[in-house]
């Protein structure tokens, strides 16, 4: 009975945090893009207690450590959006692969995605744990008006999700300052970064380089299959932007490889790749493990290596793991593939 007690204790009051900060949003209209690919509903699970570790992490390859799900409903308050509720689900290591202690004494990057619309957290739960095993706290978001148990989506509210994204980064660090929570000092607070897919892809891309919602702390962005979304208002890339990966598949109807080009070329204040794969639609890079989902993997991987948790060399491990003929090509610095 003690163990149980504890079991529902955990999940009241570890999983489900609500939050009241106020935020500010963007007024937008209506898009176009509607996609109707379904996701699995997530389920909880419970993770170790871990002591606070101390020193900063250099992240390691996929597999080295265990995975901790934890689930957050967060509150955030906001003048332009009203009351928005946000459920974050967070994948962080564990017990590092044949060292009970090493993952006690580390700090480690955090990573915020974004899903696509009518899609949730689930949905890229391969690609996420992942970066979760090779040493990245990844915490997805399930957006209030666009995930994938939303019988009526309205894609308008992308306009205010560049600040949900904010706000969740926010509650996450603070999370981790704060003792008796599962992530308390987890997350090293000077190395975040954002990633995205579709509409997600660009929430992710307005935080790094629009002018109405930059996130000025990033360290990294990775686009999956993203544009420019009109509605948002100010200019692009009229300030230097993080290092960012964007990622297309020639074969995507659902956001033409046009758009993806249009903000990798726009992008010409910093570091920037293209990472192209050949017949590859809107979906099966970023969700399952088929072919081309290992390669995005690997890329992705190599890009947070040397961009987020800062390791040396790897631009050029990148560009190893993308050449693969007929599959992936990856270019960088405004050269098109």
């Known amino acids: 009975m003690v163990a149980l007690t504890a079991v529902i204790f955990a999940v009241l009051g570890g999983f489900y945090l609500g939050v009241h900060y106020a935020v500010t949003g963007s007024a937008g209209h209506s898009g176009t893009r509607r996609l109707t690919q379904p996701a699995v509903r997530a389920s909880a699970r419970p993770g170790p207690s871990r002591p606070e570790p101390s020193s900063s992490h ?65 949905s890229y739960r391969d690609l996420l744990r992942q970066w979760a095993s090779a040493g990245y706290v990844v915490a997805a978001v399930d957006f209030p008006l666009t995930n994938c148990h939303v019988a009526a989506p309205d894609e308008s509210d992308l306009s205010h999700q560049p600040a949900d994204m904010a706000f969740v980064i926010q509650r996450l660090l603070r999370l981790s300052h704060r003792s008796g929570d599962r992530l308390t000092g987890l997350v090293a607070a000077n190395r975040v970064a954002v990633a995205g897919h579709s509409d997600g892809g660009d929430t992710v891309a307005a935080m790094a380089a629009a002018s109405c919602c930059r996130y000025r702390e990033l360290r990294a962005v990775i686009v999956l299959a993203g544009a420019e979304w009109p509605p948002l208002p100010g200019k692009w890339f009229a300030a230097p932007a993080p290092p960012m990966l964007y990622v297309q598949g020639t074969a995507d109807t659902w956001n033409p490889p046009a758009a993806s080009l249009q903000l990798y070329q726009a992008d010409t204040t910093g570091v920037r790749y293209y990472l192209q794969l050949f017949g590859a639609n809107h979906f099966a890079p970023y969700e399952g493990g088929s072919e081309p989902e290992p390669v995005v993997e690997q890329v992705t991987l190599d890009f947070l290596d040397r961009y987020l948790a800062g390791h040396s060399g790897a631009p050029g491990v990148m560009r190893r793991a993308a050449r693969n003929p007929g599959v992936s090509e990856l270019v960088s610095g405004g050269r098109l593939p």
Not at 69 to 98: D, N, Q
């Open 58 to 122: 250099r992240a390691g390859r996929a597999g080295d450590y265990a995975i901790v799900t934890t689930r957050y409903t967060f509150t955030e308050h906001s003048a332009k959006a009203g009351t928005r509720i946000l459920r974050v689900t967070v994948r962080s290591p564990g017990i590092a692969a044949g060292n009970a202690a090493a993952a006690a004494d580390e700090k480690f990057p955090l990573i915020a995605f974004a899903p696509g619309f009518r899609q949730c957290a689930t």
